[in-house]
């Protein structure tokens, strides 16, 4: 049995109570990770290209207020 098939057994016996309190768990812990992984790759200059293209583009007057 592979870890996911476990934990998908294990998730589908949760009371409607635990699940809903696992799902607010996960979603933070993913959005968590999901920012770590977004400085992580500020930090190591992944975004760099990002940037300066939006900063060329603003310069430009290509941008528009919202």
């Known amino acids: 049995m ?3 098939q476990y934990l998908e057994k294990q998730i589908k016996q949760l009371t409607p109570t635990e699940r809903q309190e696992f799902r607010e768990w996960f979603l933070e812990w993913d959005a968590n990770d ?3 992984q977004i400085e992580r790759d500020a930090q190591a200059g992944k975004l760099d ?3 300066a293209e939006a ?3 603003y310069n430009a007057g290509k941008s528009t207020e919202i």
């Open 2 to 4: 592979t870890s996911i």
């Open 34 to 36: 999901w920012d770590r």
């Open 49 to 51: 290209a990002f940037a």
């Open 55 to 57: 900063l060329a583009e």
